[in-house]
């Protein structure tokens, strides 16, 4: 075998990508109030803010898109969907949205009320605000290893089981609607839960009548990392996988915009028709149609081809390359990193990185501002920036991960995408002791802040406002 295997495909169509000078970056990160999701594409030169949506589809899946049902009621597109979540998810009953946030939605709607309490492995950005904007309050039950970016725990995505057990005996299980389960732990670098943990976790949380939802966006990411690294698993393929993954849950929020290689999408699936009907009618309320859920049926045609080709072996085996191609890049240059290499992503430590940078001038939002300015590479902040203020004393969260993320979509960079974007990393690194200050609010919202917030340098001399 090479050293690096080829990619399972070959590209087929272009699109030309636009470089702009340092100067004119300065101006369109001072225009974006210093937030790289403020920025617009036609000034990112290699867009990393995120793997949801950005993929390249197949030539398979443009030709679903063709023989899509736009019908209202009944569309035979809604069926292929259907069949094909049963076929490679294993849920009976599917519900589908717009996206992934249009699932949290109708899930949160559907099963908590104020009082309540939601464990789960890691916080992600909207499924906390749609539990808490419901009511409910989060809590973290992930194991401690999960916070430590050095620590090489193969599964840093397990449920602690003496913390969930504690939050049930604290909090009784009839305020406990469910666990919240990723898989993998975005905020925690792309890391997997293993089946074992899973089984665990089905096991006690039915052990007191307690549900057991799955965040799938990234399920067959996951079921890679279990072939690879959990022992009895080696011989059996992703797609088996993913299935027992399922099979230790009663629900799955889908943002189709991941592992399904979509660009606009989503699902939820539930095994309780009590349930199913609930989400159903509330499908209606806020996405569309229980058959078409805010989706057009070229768009569920796709998502069905796209669950199809998501779970071939060589398909997922190519996309974690890439992440760990540039992973080991950076690894090799010693910047700080996420360890295990996650599946989606590869995460610098910016705490490490800019450890004279104080926590409240937010340091990963800081170091993702510099890449921009250096190479036009966009990056992803997870960090105090993304984790927002806690709803009860108005105080900034500060996680102990505060990272940026570089988020890799599918089948969409080269390794000379790749090599540009280490180049960078590695050179802003270097460069950091240029990084005297970071950033501070001059617009805050209160939802969400990471989406639409601006910033300003604490201090004029700071290098973001200065040639390189």
Not at 146 to 151: E, I, N, V
Not at 425 to 437: E, F, G, N, P, Y
Request: hydrophobic share 40%; charged share 20%.
């Amino acid at each position: 075998m090479p050293r690096h295997p080829a990619e399972p495909w070959r590209i087929k169509m272009v699109e030309p990508l636009r470089t702009i000078t340092r100067d004119q970056r300065q101006q369109a990160l001072q225009e974006a109030g210093y937030n790289i999701t403020l920025l617009r594409s036609e000034d990112v030169y290699i867009d990393l803010y995120t793997d949801s949506g950005t993929n390249a589809m197949s030539d398979r899946q443009w030709a679903a898109m063709m023989s899509g049902d736009e019908a209202y009621a009944g569309a035979r597109s809604f069926y292929r969907l259907e069949a094909a979540v049963r076929e490679h998810y294993g849920y009976e009953h599917l519900i589908p949205t717009h996206q992934g946030r249009g699932a949290e939605n109708i899930l949160s709607r559907i099963l908590i009320r104020p009082g309540h309490h939601v464990p789960g492995n890691m916080y992600f950005t909207t499924t906390r605000a749609h539990q808490e904007l419901n009511g409910a309050t989060f809590h973290d039950v992930i194991i401690d290893e999960a916070h430590d970016p050095s620590c090489d725990h193969p599964f840093k995505g397990d449920v602690d089981l003496v913390k969930l057990d504690r939050l049930i005996r604290d909090v009784g299980p009839d305020r406990i609607p469910y666990v919240s389960v990723a898989a993998t732990v975005n905020m925690a670098g792309g890391q997997p839960i293993s089946l074992a943990n899973l089984t665990q976790v089905h096991e006690l949380a039915h052990h007191h009548g307690i549900l057991v939802i799955l965040d799938a966006a990234r399920a067959v990411e996951n079921a890679w990392f279990i072939k690879q690294r959990e022992k009895g698993w080696h011989e059996h393929s992703v797609a088996a996988i993913l299935r027992e993954i399922c099979a230790r849950t009663d629900g799955a929020a889908m943002s189709a915009k991941k592992d399904s290689y979509a660009n606009i999408g989503g699902w939820l699936a539930l095994r309780d028709p009590y349930l199913a009907e609930q989400a159903q009618g509330l499908v209606v309320l806020y996405e569309g149609l229980h058959t078409y859920g805010g989706m057009a049926g070229r768009d569920m045609e796709a998502i069905a081809v796209g669950i199809a080709e998501s779970v071939q072996d060589e398909n997922i085996r190519a996309r974690i390359d890439q992440v760990a191609y540039l992973g080991q890049q950076l690894i090799g240059a010693e910047l700080p990193l996420v360890q295990p290499l996650g599946g989606h992503a590869v995460c610098i430590d910016a705490a490490a990185t800019l450890p004279h940078i104080p926590r409240e001038e937010f340091p990963a939002q800081t170091l993702a501002a510099a890449l921009y300015l250096d190479s036009g590479v966009r990056a992803a902040e997870r960090g105090a920036v993304s984790a927002g203020r806690d709803p009860a004393t108005g105080e900034n969260r500060y996680p102990r991960l505060e990272l940026i993320r570089l988020t890799i979509p599918r089948r969409v960079y080269t390794r000379s995408h790749m090599d540009l974007v280490a180049d960078s990393a590695i050179h802003v690194h270097k460069q950091r002791d240029r990084l005297t200050s970071g950033l501070a609010f001059t617009h805050e919202p209160e939802t969400l802040r990471f989406f639409q917030a601006r910033f300003a340098p604490t201090t004029p001399n700071s290098a973001l406002n200065h040639p390189a």
